[in-house]
């Protein structure tokens, strides 16, 4: 099994109605040997010391195990989940407000399910504060049919089922500068330091939005 990142704690003078988030990547796949969501959290594990209290995870490339894991970690009854994946090609941060049941053969991710949930979160308010940071972003609509998409509908369809107060997100990162030379391309990227700064502002704007 890969080294997760530590979680990160929150601060002892923290009060007791911390904000728990959990915020999840994925691991490696097809020809990237690395991940810009997994970088982008270890990278984040590296230098944030605020009051939220932060679980991470790292996901594998796979529904079945994807749906496994997902469904334990819901059952700890976060405030929030935030998922992460790569967008090869993208060159900005994009905030995902749309989760679909469906795969890429055009089945569904689940029967007897709704066919989409459609995000309650302030992603207005989370753009403005990363555009206002200098950060390039936007609100999309789609989050594909691969497992980005099935990460974002399965957690806010398991938080739906379980009764629990999660609120799910997805955020879909650029490639790392580095990930687009070791592909000897020319995709857009964004440096991993930009992107866990994204990530930290959008965790602190749920908080705040929820507070």
Known sequence: MPQ????????????????????????????????????????????????????????????????????????????????LGQSPGSAVIKLESVGLNLRTNGEPLLVDAPTAYRSTLDLEGCLQRLTGAGIPAQISHHAGTYLCNAALFLSQHYGEMMGRR?????????????????????????????QSAAIALVAQHLAQSDS
Not at 26 to 41: I, M, Q, V
Not at 59 to 79: C, F, H, I, N, T
Not at 181 to 192: G, K, Q, V
């Open 4 to 83: 997760l990142p530590s979680p990160i704690r929150h601060l002892p003078w923290a009060t007791a109605t911390v904000t728990r988030i959990l915020i999840t990547a994925f691991e490696p796949y097809e020809r990237w040997k690395e991940n810009s969501s997994w970088l982008a959290l270890v990278d984040l594990t590296s230098w944030y010391d605020g009051a939220l209290e932060i679980s991470t995870r790292r996901y594998p490339v796979d529904l079945p195990k994807l749906r496994e894991l997902l469904e334990a970690d819901l059952a700890r009854d976060y405030d929030f989940a935030i998922h």
């Open 166 to 194: 999660t609120q799910s997100l997805f955020i879909h990162l650029p490639l790392t500068p580095g990930q687009v030379a070791a592909d000897e391309s020319a995709l857009a990227s964004m440096s991993t330091p930009m």
